[in-house]
């Protein structure tokens, strides 16, 4: 994930994720970013929503310690 901020906008993080719909780039704004980072710590997973209305469930891939 990237921290960006874009013209006009508030500061957004970027997912590094395309929409499986429409192909568009996912972005959440800073101030959820702490919520989906709390869901993928409990839950491993996050539920990101696009604009085009496509909802896409992440996973958190965590490395295996040895």
Known sequence: MNTQKR???EEV???ELHCVRCG???YIPMAQADAVLASLERCGAAIL???CG?????WWKR???R
């Not at 496509?54 to 992440?58: C, G, S, V, Y």
């Open 7 to 9: 013209s006009g906008m």
């Open 13 to 15: 993080v970027d997912m």
């Open 24 to 26: 568009t780039r996912l």
């Open 49 to 51: 929503v696009c604009t």
């Open 54 to 58: 496509q909802a896409q469930l992440i």
């Open 63 to 65: 490395q295996q310690q």
